[in-house]
């Protein structure tokens, strides 16, 4: 249905650099039963005082280059990171992943079918114009017009009309009832866009104007990122960062070393960087188990992989949790395609039998498949990933056990991203996010006509499962649903799913106010230097 050869790849979507902003120092006060009133307010004094004296100015390593600045078409996290401080939608989560306002102060819903959203007045974009319920409007079409070819379309896809009842206020009507809606409206792309600048620019990969706390200043490319304040923002106090620079370093043990210099003051590590960093002065480091999971995608129309015993042998094959404690250093959860951090939308994976890495079973599969002894495949992966190329490195080991002799092929990110978006590997080994609504890691990536479904995997029961949840309002009922359709997937396997890890960010002391949440994106709105 979509122009998939225009998608980046989503692996990475969302959380392997997620992090938001909350009042650490204020929790922890609130919670100190002996603290007085009067401390508080001499801390406070004390930390503004400080801040003042201090260029706030907070420098970040990337560990890759921006794919593009495009909400609407870009979802690589390195992008996501820039342009999620540039862009706002109508609503957000808050730290709790409650449905909060952010352009819309608020919405009722007469029936089950349809969204009245009331706009904040007087938010402008970077370029000076009033935002009113036209740019919600223009948003929400350009997301939908296939010549996008917009990742998220298919959140959206149950969309039957957007009408604009006036300047500050839009109606969206649906065509059956999506219990989705809401959720999906707080992802980094369901952002609103000003119209002139994308027909002025033909799109928005290389410019950005939106309605956020900071502005985009300038894109060196292969070297950094540079954000300023957006000095017309309209919450007062945000954001109190008056620059924000992003650095691209590939390597890292680049970003190790200048974490510990004070090159920069924050970046993602992964767990055997943390525990190097455990003790270090100047630097703290902040964890959280992710909505984030690994995962072995296959090209179901591949002559031997479009075989679903084929697929299942080698999900027996695999040991999963060998990949935990090896590729992740035992700091993650065996997963399927709910992360565990989602609670209790998602099953308990190790309890079925295709994780049981049973290597007798496997073999019988095989046999029965037509390939008693075994095959050769390629594992393409992205060398810039040593988690990746670690899992692919496992699996061909273990995959040994049953005559399959598995090739690996490293390729570089830019490469990566198009053998994902174009289909052209046997056997891809990538990460994708859950995200904060069961929809994404079910229909958004494994229904027929879901955005990312770039493995050509097509189940009409699944897809009737998947679109049943979706229309279901009721928690329970539909988190029974979601269950059923968990177990089929897992039995069709066209990904075998495997860590959910813990996420590492590396923090420099002088950073205040900065707490990652595993549902949240980098929020920096209050975040300071002392």
Same mark, same amino acid.
């Given at each position: 249905?979509?122009?998939? #050869?225009?998608?980046y790849?989503?692996?990475?979507a ?20 002996t603290?007085?009133? +009067? ?69 009722? #819903? ?6 009245? &959203? ?5 938010? #402008? ?11 919600v409007?223009?948003?929400?079409? @350009? *997301? ?7 990742? *998220?379309?298919?959140? &959206? ?23 989705? &809606? ?16 994308? =027909? ?27 954000l ?8 007062d ?33 992964n ?39 084929? @697929? ?42 295709l ?9 019988e ?12 495949? +390629?594992? +393409?992966?992205?060398?810039s ?9 496992l ?6 056990? *049953?005559?399959?002799?598995a ?32 929809? @994404?890691a ?37 988190? =029974? *649903?979601?269950v059923?359709? #968990? ?12 860590v ?7 923090? @420099? ?16 709105? =209050?975040?300071?230097?002392?």
């Amino acid at each position: 249905m979509f122009k998939k #050869q225009y998608m980046y790849v989503l692996f990475i979507a969302l959380i392997l650099l997620l992090a938001a902003c909350s009042n650490e120092s204020s929790e922890t006060e609130e919670g100190n039963d002996t603290t007085t009133e +009067t401390e508080n307010e001499s801390e406070e004094s004390v930390s503004e005082e400080t801040a003042s004296d201090v260029e706030q100015v907070i420098k970040i390593a990337n560990d890759q280059e921006p794919a593009g600045l495009d909400p609407h078409k870009t979802p690589a996290a390195s992008s996501i990171r820039v342009y999620s401080k540039i862009y706002e939608g109508l609503v957000t989560f808050d730290e709790n992943m409650e449905v909060e306002g952010q352009l819309a102060e608020s919405w009722e #819903q007469p029936d089950d079918t349809t969204y009245l &959203f009331n706009l904040i007045e007087g938010v #402008q974009f970077h370029n000076g114009r009033e935002m009113t319920a036209e740019d919600v409007k223009y948003s929400f079409e @350009r *997301i939908l017009d296939e010549e996008t070819a917009s990742h *998220i379309a298919s959140y &959206f896809a149950g969309i039957e009309s957007i009408e604009v009842l006036g300047d500050y206020q839009v109606q969206f009507k649906l065509a059956e009832p999506d219990a989705t &809606f809401l959720s999906n409206l707080t992802h980094s792309g369901a952002v609103i866009v000003p119209q002139e600048v994308v =027909e002025e620019n033909g799109d928005l990969q290389q410019v950005a104007v939106g309605t956020g706390p900071f502005v985009f200043e300038e894109w060196v490319p292969d070297n950094s990122v540079t954000l300023t304040k957006n000095e017309n923002y309209y919450l007062d106090g945000i954001p109190k960062l008056n620059r924000i620079e992003y650095y691209t370093m590939l390597e890292e043990a680049s970003r190790l070393s200048a974490i510990r210099t004070g090159e920069i003051d924050m970046t993602t590590v992964n767990a055997q960087s943390a525990e190097l960093l455990s003790g270090q002065e100047g630097v703290e480091i902040k964890d959280y188990q992710s909505l984030e999971y690994s995962y072995v995608g296959f090209n179901v129309e591949h002559e031997i992989l479009s075989d679903v015993k084929v @697929r299942q042998a080698l999900s027996l094959a695999t040991n999963r949790q060998e990949i935990v404690d090896i590729a992740w250093k035992g700091e993650g959860l065996v997963t399927g395609p709910i992360a565990p951090s989602m609670a209790d939308w998602s099953i308990d994976v190790e309890a079925h039998e295709l994780y049981s890495n049973d290597v007798d079973k496997a073999k019988e599969l095989l046999a029965e498949a037509g390939y008693a002894d075994g095959f050769d495949i +390629t594992i +393409t992966t992205a060398s810039s990933y040593p988690d990746m190329v670690d899992t692919a490195q496992l699996l061909q080991q273990q995959w040994k056990e *049953i005559g399959v002799n598995a090739e690996i092929q490293q390729v570089e990110w830019g490469e990566y991203i198009d053998i994902w978006s174009n289909t052209s590997a046997d056997i891809l080994v990538g990460r994708n996010g859950s995200g904060s609504d069961p929809d @994404r890691a079910m229909n958004y990536f494994f229904h027929t006509e879901g955005s990312a479904n770039v493995w050509n995997f097509s189940s009409d029961e699944y897809d009737t499962l998947v679109e049943e949840a979706r229309r279901t309002i009721d928690l329970d009922a539909r988190k =029974e *649903i979601y269950v059923e359709a #968990q177990n089929l997937l897992l039995e069709l396997s066209p990904n075998l799913f495997m860590v959910s890890p813990k996420n590492y960010v590396a923090v @420099r002391d002088s950073v205040v106010d900065y707490v990652p949440y595993a549902h949240s994106t980098e929020d920096l709105d =209050e975040v300071f230097k002392k």
